[in-house]
């Protein structure tokens, strides 16, 4: 079993280092995890068809459905970020400021729902890729939202319409988010992979099958597992389960 201790292991991390310093180093450094390398950057509702056609509807029913279940979310972002959190299909992609949590998604969920496969770790330059549409800095919503309002720019497209994804750090509304260290890329109505179009500021790099054993180790001994990362009922079950010792019967 290749474990962290492995050259093969060391040569991950060394690739990890080797995409950061093409990125050019920066200070400011956000992760993503895919348990399947063929997965490309893609928000929820862009993977359909007619997701964006669909787009206020959900936007304007989770808003009046939720009121009652929810505290009254005056922020646009605020009723954004609560959508992603309950898988509701946005706009938004998932990235964390944490090496570790992006690990986790790719490694923990390689092994549960595509065993077979390559994972892939992700890493982006926030700042490289809002330059790309003319913003000088990460946007912090909703303290930017006079500026940068969600309907405003991608249903009205004013002050502008989005040629690329812009990258936001929001206020931490839940626990996850906290955990998690999350901050969005908000992506604007194109389908190609990003890595490709935009690659002076998004690398790829691929986690082989053989090394998710090593990864999981790099995991445990890190304290990182469903508990840590998703601190609730739902997270706990997720724990309990996984070192429960249980032995399916099929």
């Known amino acids: 079993m290749t474990g962290i201790s492995s050259p093969e292991w060391s040569t991950f991390l060394e690739a990890i280092k080797d995409a950061k310093r093409a990125?050019?180093?920066?200070?400011?450094l956000w992760y993503r995890g895919?348990?399947?390398?063929?997965?490309?950057?893609?928000a929820s509702l862009l993977r359909y068809e007619n997701g964006l056609v669909q787009e206020r509807g959900l936007f304007t029913d989770f808003r009046k459905l939720s009121d009652r279940i929810l505290k009254r979310r005056d922020s646009e972002w605020e009723t954004l970020f609560e959508m992603q959190h309950y898988g509701v299909p946005t706009r938004l992609l998932d990235w964390s400021e944490t090496f570790g949590i992006a690990l986790f998604f790719a490694a923990t969920y390689n092994q549960s729902h595509h065993p077979d496969r390559d994972a892939a770790i992700y890493l982006l330059d926030p700042l490289k890729l809002n330059r790309l549409s003319g913003i000088?800095?990460?946007?912090r919503v909703p303290r930017d939202e006079d500026q940068f309002g969600y309907t405003k720019i991608y249903w009205e497209h004013k002050p502008f319409a989005p040629s690329a994804p812009i990258a936001v750090e929001p206020i931490f509304i839940n626990d996850r988010m906290l955990a998690q260290r999350g901050v969005f890329t908000v992506h604007h109505d194109k389908i190609e992979p990003l890595e490709d179009e935009f690659p002076t500021a998004i690398k790829k790099v691929v986690l082989s099958n053989s090394l998710i054993p090593a990864a999981l180790e790099f995991l445990e001994l890190s304290n990182i597992n469903m508990l840590s990362v998703f601190p609730d009922l739902a997270g706990l079950s997720g724990y309990l389960k996984s070192t429960s010792g249980l032995i399916p019967r099929w």
């Open 23 to 28: 990125l050019g180093s920066p200070d400011v």
């Open 136 to 139: 000088g800095s990460v946007l």
């Open 34 to 42: 895919h348990p399947n390398s063929s997965f490309y950057l893609l």
